[in-house]
């Protein structure tokens, strides 16, 4: 009788250790979602950036509003996640995962730089049609001259060059060649040497000269908004990649956490059950010898 009485006193404190750590591993898997959505926001973060890079590449090649639209969706996409994490526990401690001052700076600052971006692509654009223009007014000028077909091959030296600068700006010029804006204004001076002092022509080249050079300031320009584009794309994904990696830290965490307290809850029971069992036998077994 005394045995069976230890028994079920082990039995109730088992149960109640049991509880305890049930208690436990609902709390571990209860955070599960929170670390999952985590992990989940981090990746829609990086897909984010990756599509704001797409958009940096396919700004040249059209519509800048719609473009410039993209991009803020975009970040307003990631301010709605900045907004979630600004209310939540992990901004309560901003050096682990999430700072609001740095996010906010950093997506006010890609927004800024790129709308820069786009200034300088329109500024470009409009350069290129003013010159379009422009030429209109140099070829009536050269047609009321005599052998207007050497000027016009001066006129389209200065083009060609012109082009090949637009082109071939971004590309390594091999050694000993020329850059384009030498060779555009060799062409120039051809087209004066022709012009032989004509202030008409020179006034409108001139002109002509103004925006070219224009244009080279404004792709220097949009050059440096890009590379300042690109940087703050770095800082916004490294924030991205601290998301995934507490989310993943987390869940092991979690998972070792519950394999732990299963396993102890697995010992314990086999503990109190080998008594159990023993209480069994030896209680048939005195049945039998009082029999």
Not at 250 to 260: D, G, K, T
């Amino acid at each position: 009788m005394k045995t069976a009485t230890v028994v079920k006193t082990a039995f109730s404190i088992c149960t109640l250790f049991s509880l305890l750590l049930g208690t436990l591993l609902l709390l571990n898997v209860k955070a599960i979602p929170k670390y999952t959505r985590l992990i989940a926001d981090g990746n829609q973060i990086q897909g984010v950036v990756l599509e704001m890079k797409l958009e940096e590449k396919t700004c040249p090649l059209s519509h800048q509003e719609d473009v410039l639209d993209n991009v803020k969706d975009k970040i307003g996409g990631l301010r709605k996640i900045l907004s979630f994490y600004e209310k939540s526990t992990f901004a309560e401690k901003p050096g682990e995962v999430f700072d609001v001052a740095v996010w906010e700076e950093a997506m006010n600052l890609y927004e800024r730089l790129f709308d820069q971006f786009v200034l300088y692509h329109k500024a470009v654009e409009r350069n290129i049609a003013e010159i379009r223009n422009l030429e209109k007014n140099i070829l009536a000028v050269i047609y009321s001259k005599m052998n207007p077909e050497r000027g016009i091959i001066a006129l389209q030296e200065v083009r060609i060059h012109e082009k090949g600068y637009l082109i071939y700006r971004n590309y390594h010029k091999p050694p000993n060649e020329r850059s384009f804006e030498d060779k555009r204004k060799e062409a120039v001076s051809n087209l004066l040497v022709w012009a032989q002092k004509d202030k008409r022509i020179k006034k409108l080249m001139d002109r002509d000269n103004q925006l070219f050079n224009e244009i080279i300031n404004n792709y220097e320009s949009q050059d440096s908004a890009l590379r300042a584009l690109k940087k703050e794309s770095g800082r916004i994904r490294n924030m991205a990649e601290k998301f995934l990696k507490k989310g993943d830290e987390r869940l092991y965490i979690i998972y070792r956490r519950c394999a732990f307290l299963s396993i102890i809850l697995l010992i314990m029971w086999f503990i109190i059950a080998i008594p159990i069992v023993a209480t069994r036998f030896a209680d048939k077994a005195g049945a039998k010898r009082g029999g």
